[in-house]
């Protein structure tokens, strides 16, 4: 319905820009530098070995510079049996564990950085993810999308009773479908225990005969899908006279040597199902 | 004896000889005698003819210490002692009345003249004519409904008529008795070469008590260069000082720092709860149809109550009761009609005006597909219907019906949304110092989505979403006027709404009615009862002080759910649900509203003023937008949310210059808000059923500076207005807990409106206005995650737009009527944004289109070019 309404004032957009010659201009804004803060970028999961966890820092807006890399990281994730894997450093910025995700597990990941700040993550629980139970791709025609061509769709089996929280990536010739728009987090709330038959997404970029298609499907939690709907609110949301002033985004991090310097991002755990598809074959 | 001499006009004649002394010695026959046996007793004694009029105290007992002495001696202590002022004029010695203080000491029985004021080619009745009794120097202003009344001396009076765009009229009227004394006055338009009241003959607004208020004229609204040529109420008022906007093309105003739902908008006395069309690029009043508009920003007399900001008092014409008229206009947005006539003449009149946009009717011609398609328009339609039964008693039916209608190209989608009011008013004369005014009033709100698709797997699904608020009232409102110093107002109200938050059916070919939403109505009762008494104190002090009491009861039937720790939020879940019945209480709320207002008469021309004002808001705007959008919906006072209140002061100073032509007044006030809802982050307000766990609760205070400089009178009007003001918001949960900026936030603000009368053909307008930019949340920096460059946003409002300007400038051509011809015509040529200056409409933070990794602030501009426009107009 929102989306409904959003269209909407798109359209009316559409109609001022064609009636009144309206037009768009690279503006210089004088905006409060925030400080930098640690961003944190990792998961837990239970179908590789290796996992990873990547420190950066935020920048001014405006700076447009390559995030600066947080290296020199003591960096260390606590199961709840207090079990210990230690991260070492294998490029700037980028930190590994060998260790394979298990499911049942809670996972708290520790950091202390060059300058002594130690920062934790909220427990995260890797629960059990659903099984696909089909993948393939339907071809959809103009107008109904805007960019005809193959896009996913998919199958699976809600269990019930339990709340379950979905996160699909997608990747197409083996490459992760990275855009904001193409995050695509779902709750049972309204199908619970349900058999879901043609769920479908209309990635950005349509897939041609040919192409293999990866979907993966993983189990999260409320506090991921709402950080990773934020994301997507910020990038799509700002600033015009009908939209609601953007929030701050707060991911699962805190600071325990002092809280006002929070750092951003997310520490989750997730189980992975996935299955691939050729289109057309 | 010689014979006495009333005098009513003096006449000299200067024939010079040689007076006889006012040291002449007399003696009295006794010591203690009236004014006019002394006055006798002198006239014999001496060679003075005593020239005196009727109406000085001659009945009053006079004592002197002695018998003897010179005719000065007596006529000083009378003088002394008495507002009688004596002069002499060769032989004659003329005792006039002193001014001002004559009808104070005298102690007769007054009387009362009484009666409306009316304009008379059309019959319509004119609000805020000045009255004045030229010999008591005292005067009044017609009410809302035209009418006024004075308490006199018995006595011959010359009473003088003005009102702004009006010959002035005297009248010389015996009046020994109460009595009607209804007045027509006849407009300049009438007979332009007539000499027409200037601003001095006015009873200026610096004797006036009221303070932060503003009249604004319909016709020069006319004049002004607008938006494509539509005539716009709202955006007029937007020019004066303390009103703002968020944008161009916001719904609404704001005023002294209040959100839109904080203006008591009253339309005949039936609130508006939404005043924009086509979200806001034009407001819903058709401007032919409208008389008088009035806007109170502070000093909010106890009538008024229900919202924290402003009262926007709008009333419709009444019709004319002497002939039928046709007018009307063709612009490039919208035509317009209005028809009106007598019924029965002087006695009923109706008026009916519409109004329709046809822009879509354009959007055919463009190429584009989804342009072609689709539906936009809006109507107008304002009625009203008015019966005079005797002079005591009248009754008018007043109605508006507005739509906006969007739809077609998307997914055959309609979508409409519009107010609705209607009211009907009794007038009711108890007796010439007694009025009343019986009231009842309906008016609603609501909006309307729905569409038809086919869906997925080709089965129909159609969709249909409607919300809104009725709002059903009746009022009682009295005025009594003791004494020309003093006027009482007092009444009762009470309000019955019924607020749809929203229901939604859903129908699918494959499954009917599949997951309707309907949320449960709300149901409250608004009672208010008030007293305002205005006084006069001696020559320098006008007094106003009231006192409101307002009570709400939130009632059933409706479920109310219960949270966790008895606090709604999205952490604490629903533990209970309790059911009330019909009309059983949920929550009451009541409280009492002091008003109070001073002007100090420096001098005639200069005034110092105050005001207090605390006003209460049951009923809150649900809006999270940074502008307010068709679809939000009103939420009452309940449970979980308290009422909004703010106290006001203000402090003014007002001065006149050359005759009442300028007017200048600076402003100072001070708002501090109570309980105003905010949201959380993220919250989603449309179609919640725990729409409370959402809210948050925050205060606000909002000061500032107004300057006005108007010029009232000559072949130049208009005013130049600015304003420094700042208006903050602070909310737990947002912006650290900090005070940051509203969203209308704009400390400068300049306007300038002038209208030129080039010839009695020609007249030229133009506006200025120049504003800082609205605040606007900018990213304070941004991370990558996932290859996602993401904004983070830490500082609510913490940066702006690029300021605000804009000109505009308009002819208006009107050629003079034929001789014998009723249909006369008039063009208005207009230019919208004379600069072509780019003014910020949004901005946004993004990745540039060509670097994903580059984040830029990029700024949207809708009017970038000059708009031109032309409008034409007749009346007949």
């Not at chain 2, 000082?241 to 609404?252: D, H, K, L």
């Not at chain 2, 009794?426 to 609603?444: E, P, R, V």
Request: hydrophobic share 35%.
């Amino acid at each position: 319905m929102k989306k409904l309404v959003i269209k909407l004032y798109s359209f009316l957009g559409l109609l001022t820009l064609i009636l009144f010659s309206a037009c768009e201009d690279v503006i210089i804004v004088d905006a409060p530098e925030g400080a930098a803060r640690l961003v944190v970028e990792g998961w837990v999961y239970d179908n590789q070995d290796v996992q990873t966890i990547l420190l950066t820092n935020s920048s001014p807006y405006f700076d447009n510079q390559t995030p600066p890399l947080e290296t020199n990281a003591q960096v260390s994730v606590t199961t709840q049996n207090g079990e210990v894997f230690a991260y070492s450093e294998t490029s700037p910025g980028e930190y590994q564990a060998d260790f394979r995700g298990s499911v049942g597990e809670r996972y708290t990941l520790t950091i202390e950085t060059s300058d002594g700040q130690r920062y934790q993550s909220t427990p995260q629980l890797l629960s059990l993810v659903a099984p696909l139970d089909s993948v393939y791709t339907v071809f959809r025609e103009s107008p109904e999308v805007e960019d005809e061509g193959f896009y996913p769709a998919w199958d699976f089996t809600d269990p019930e009773g339990s709340d379950n929280f979905y996160r699909w990536k997608f990747y197409i010739n083996d490459t992760l479908q990275s855009l904001a728009e193409d995050i695509l987090v779902f709750s049972d709330e309204f199908i619970d225990g349900d058999e879901i038959v043609g769920a479908e997404f209309f990635l950005e970029q349509p897939m041609e005969e040919g192409d293999k298609l990866t979907v993966e499907q993983l189990s999260i939690n409320e506090e991921a899908q709402d950080f990773l709907t934020q994301i997507q609110q910020l990038i799509n949301n700002v600033g015009g006279l009908f939209d609601t002033p953007p929030d701050p985004i707060r991911g699962n991090i805190t600071n325990t040597t002092d809280e006002e310097n929070y750092a951003l991002g997310f520490f989750g755990a997730s189980s992975v199902a996935g299955e691939s598809v050729v289109v057309g074959e | 004896m010689k014979p006495l001499v009333f005098i009513a006009l003096i006449y000299f004649n200067f024939i010079t000889q040689t007076p006889e002394s006012l040291d002449k010695e007399v003696t009295l026959s006794q010591p203690t005698l009236t004014i006019k046996e002394l006055l006798q007793e002198l006239d014999r004694q001496s060679s003075y003819t005593f020239s005196y009029s009727n109406r000085l105290p001659l009945k009053a007992k006079v004592s002197f210490d002695k018998k003897k002495g010179p005719i000065r001696y007596f006529l000083d202590r009378i003088s002394r002692d008495h507002p009688i002022q004596y002069k002499t004029v060769n032989e004659k010695i003329l005792l006039l009345r002193e001014k001002k203080r004559a009808p104070v000491k005298m102690r007769q029985e007054k009387v009362t003249i009484s009666g409306y004021v009316t304009d008379a080619a059309t019959g319509e009745e004119l609000i805020g004519a000045t009255v004045y009794v030229q010999e008591l120097e005292i005067g009044t202003v017609t009410n809302v409904y035209g009418y006024y009344s004075l308490s006199v001396p018995p006595g011959e009076y010359t009473i003088g008529l003005s009102y702004i765009g009006y010959q002035r009229q005297n009248l010389t009227v015996p009046i020994e008795e109460s009595q009607t004394l209804n007045v027509e006055m006849l407009s300049e338009e009438v007979q332009l070469q007539e000499i027409v009241v200037t601003a001095a003959e006015v009873v200026p607004e610096v004797q006036e008590i009221e303070m932060s208020t503003a009249k604004v004229d319909i016709q020069t609204i006319q004049k002004m260069p607008a938006l494509l040529g539509e005539v716009d109420v709202i955006r007029s008022i937007q020019l004066l000082p303390g009103v703002s906007t968020v944008g161009e093309g916001a719904p609404g105003f704001n005023v002294r720092g209040g959100s839109i739902d904080q203006n008591l908008i009253l339309l005949d006395e039936a609130p508006v709860f939404s005043s924009s069309h086509l979200l806001g690029f034009f407001s819903v009043f058709n401007p032919d149809a409208i008389k008088d508009i009035k806007l109170y920003k502070g000093g909010i007399p106890a009538r008024y109550g229900g919202r924290l900001s402003s009262v926007l008092d709008v009333r419709q014409k009444e019709g004319n009761t002497k002939k039928f008229g046709l007018k009307g206009g063709i612009g490039l947005i919208s035509s317009r009609l209005l028809v009106e006539g007598p019924i029965q003449k002087d006695k009923s009149s109706f008026m009916v005006a519409g109004r329709r946009s046809y822009g879509d009717l354009f959007l055919r011609l463009s190429n584009n597909e989804d342009i072609n398609n689709s539906i936009v328009y809006f109507y107008d339609l304002n009625t009203k219907v008015n019966y005079k039964i005797n002079d005591r008693n009248r009754i008018y039916l007043s109605g508006y019906f507005g739509r906006d209608v969007f739809g077609g190209a998307v997914e055959n989608l309609r979508f409409d949304w519009g107010n609705r009011t209607g009211t009907i008013r009794w007038n009711h004369l108890f007796n010439d110092k007694l009025f009343s005014n019986f009231t009842a009033i309906y008016s609603d709100y609501n909006y309307q989505l729905a569409f038809a698709d086919e869906g997925t797997d080709a089965t129909l699904e159609e969709f249909e979403w409607q919300s809104g608020v009725t709002n059903r009232n009746l009022q009682a409102d009295f005025t009594y006027f003791p004494s020309p110093s003093s006027t009482i107002d007092f009444g009762v109200s009470g309000i019955y709404y019924d607020f749809n938050p929203g229901s939604v059916k859903i129908r699918t070919s494959d499954e009917p009615a599949e997951f309707p939403l309907d949320l449960d109505e709300e149901h409250a009762i608004e009672a208010a009862a008030y007293f305002n008494h205005e006084k006069k104190f001696g020559d320098r002090v006008t007094v106003q002080y009231g006192l409101r009491y307002s009570a709400f009861a939130n009632v059933g039937r409706r479920d109310v759910f219960e949270y966790q720790n008895g606090n709604p939020s999205p952490e604490n879940p629903v533990t209970d649900t309790v059911s009330y019945g019909a009309g059983e209480i949920i929550e009451f709320y009541n409280g009492w509203e002091p008003r109070f207002s001073i002007n100090y008469s420096l001098s005639e021309q200069t005034a110092l003023k105050a005001s207090y004002n605390r006003m209460f808001q049951y009923i809150q705007l649900v809006s999270n937008t940074t502008a307010a959008t068709p679809i939000d919906i009103w939420a009452p006072a309940n449970q979980y949310i308290r009422p909004a209140i703010v106290d006001q002061v203000a402090l003014g100073y007002f001065r006149n210059f050359r005759q009442n032509t300028y007017e200048f007044s600076a402003e100072v006030y001070y708002k501090n808000f109570q309980d105003l809802i905010d949201f959380r982050n993220g919250a989603e307000l449309i179609l919640n059923e725990t729409l409370e766990t959402e809210l948050l609760s925050g205060t606000g205070r909002a000061y500032g500076l107004e300057l006005l400089l108007k010029k009232r009178e000559g072949r130049w009007t208009g005013w130049l207005s600015y304003t420094l003001a700042r208006t903050e918001r602070q909310v737990d949960g947002i912006n650290n807990n900090e005070y940051y900026p509203s969203n209308f936030d704009k400390p400068h603000d300049v306007s300038l409106v002038l209208n030129y009368n080039i010839s009695e053909k020609w007249n030229a307008s133009a506006n200025f206005a120049y504003m800082t930019g609205r605040p606007t949340t900018p990213p304070s920096g941004r991370f990558v995650y996932e290859g996602i460059v993401v904004p983070d946003y830490t500082s609510r409002n913490g940066a702006r737009t690029p300021d605000y300007h804009r000109l505009d400038l308009s002819v208006n051509y009107e050629p003079p009527p034929k001789p014998g011809r009723r249909w006369r015509n008039s063009w208005n040529f207009g230019v919208y944004n004379v600069y072509a200056r780019r003014n910020p409409y949004s901005v946004f933070f993004r990745p540039s289109e060509e670097n994903p990794a580059i984040t830029e602030a990029v700024q949207l501009s809708i009017f970038a070019n000059i708009i031109p426009s032309v409008t034409y107009n007749f009346t007949f």
